[in-house]
């Protein structure tokens, strides 16, 4: 059984702040790690993909990967409340498989 | 900005009686899925499709779903007898070739009476 996991927060942060999310998986075959944004009520919005160890910017959002502590991560700096909203992480089940095992969500919360 | 459209955005049916999701995948995406959110609980895989055929699908996805690309835009998914328990948002997403990021519509509400 695949496993994704991330605390379900909420995870509290002021305006401007760094917040990060964690998240840990089982399958050591996973070959691409994804982040995405989920407001409540709507769909998956994806924000970060990860294929390789170490970080990955895109603007405000970084990835972070450690392959060997099966470990994936997401900073986003300079919080905002419009970054307020559930991160789910997922990943892939490597061998050619796109298909995706979800996390249950880190709910974050940007106080302003 | 392409993206994946799906309707209706919410659905309610009479348990057992069938019903059909609609969903129109980016353009020239090759990869498309289904999955499903329970209120409250994780994203969940159900199938994937490529080429015209099913390449995998979960436990969830019994012989009471099927899936169908009746043209060449339109990528469905029917649930033949829906039970209470089939309520739940359900997401498509497709995803190009070469690509590894699928992108999910808005999702339709399902709700079974």
């Known amino acids: 059984q695949k496993e994704v996991e991330q605390n379900s927060g909420p995870l509290s942060v002021p305006e401007g702040a760094i917040a990060s999310l964690n998240c840990t998986y089982s399958d050591r075959g996973s070959q691409s790690f994804f982040w995405y944004r989920q407001y409540s009520g709507k769909s998956p919005e994806l924000i970060m993909s990860?294929?390789?160890?170490g970080d990955k910017e895109d603007g405000r959002f970084t990835a972070q990967l450690n392959k060997a502590s099966q470990y994936v991560s997401l900073l986003i700096r300079d919080s905002q409340p419009s970054d307020s909203a559930t991160y789910l992480c997922a990943v892939d089940s490597g061998a050619g498989s796109y298909q995706l095992t979800f996390g249950k969500g880190t709910k974050l919360s940007v106080i302003p | 900005e392409p993206e994946v459209t799906q309707t209706p955005s919410h659905q309610v049916t009479q348990m057992g009686q069938e019903v059909i999701l609609r969903c129109v995948p980016i353009?020239?995406?090759?990869?498309f899925y289904w999955y499903r959110q329970i209120l409250g609980q994780k994203v969940e895989f159900l199938v994937s499709f490529y080429n015209n055929e099913i390449s995998e699908k979960s436990e969830i996805f019994d012989d009471q779903f099927s899936v169908e690309r009746p043209d060449g835009s339109n990528f469905t998914l029917k649930i033949r007898s829906t039970k209470l328990e089939d309520s739940a948002m359900y997401f498509c997403?497709?995803?190009?070739?070469?690509?590894?990021?699928?992108?999910f519509g808005q999702g339709t509400r399902l709700t079974v009476v």
């Open positions: 990860i294929y390789s160890n």
């Open positions: 997403a497709s995803r190009g070739d070469g690509n590894t990021e699928a992108f």
């Open positions: 353009s020239n995406h090759l990869y």
